[in-house]
């Protein structure tokens, strides 16, 4: 069931990105969504806010039990595997230093939906100076009346000096 549902995760993804609609370059930094994305892209914001204020079971409350992330090659292969490992330094990243995103786009057909969404991380962690663009894609699942996070990516590179 699992390889399944990401396969058809993966379908969805290719249609949506190859579609002339997602092509579109519009000039505005976060680009509008189809309405058939705004519920789960709220789903994801709340996520994210919830790692922002340290809410961990607010942010694991929103993942399915099977999700899968992929973070910096490695990767956690259950919510429990994530909470174990790297939820509670993602809060406090998440905590310590500012996010703007700059684009998102994304869609949803039936059951299943991406979200993928750039951004910016600008700030100070641990002692450390952070200036980083991100990039991360969701790919989501409606539980009944609710949508769960299945799979994350995230990536981010050094941004080049402003």
């Known amino acids: 069931m699992i390889a399944g549902s990401f396969r058809a995760a993966s379908i969805v993804l290719f249609l949506a990105l190859a579609s002339p609609a997602a092509a579109g370059h519009g000039s505005s930094a976060v680009e509008a969504l189809p309405p058939a994305a705004r519920a789960p892209a709220e789903t994801v914001d709340a996520f994210h806010a919830a790692l922002g204020r340290g809410a961990t079971e607010a942010a694991l409350a929103l993942l399915a039990e099977d999700a899968l992330i992929f973070e910096e090659g490695r990767a956690e292969r259950s919510k429990?595997?994530?909470?174990?490992?790297?939820?509670?330094?993602?809060?406090?990243?998440?905590?310590?230093?500012?996010a703007v995103r700059t684009r998102r786009r994304g869609d949803a057909a039936a059951d299943l939906a991406w979200i993928a969404t750039e951004g910016r991380t600008k700030g100070s962690y641990k002692g450390t100076d952070v200036n980083r663009v991100t990039a991360e894609t969701m790919l989501l699942r409606r539980v009944g009346e609710a949508w769960k996070i299945v799979h994350i990516h995230w990536s981010s590179a050094q941004a080049s000096t402003e």
Not at 80 to 98: M, T
């Open 80 to 98: 429990a595997e994530y909470a174990a490992h790297h939820l509670g330094a993602d809060a406090a990243f998440s905590q310590a230093v500012p």
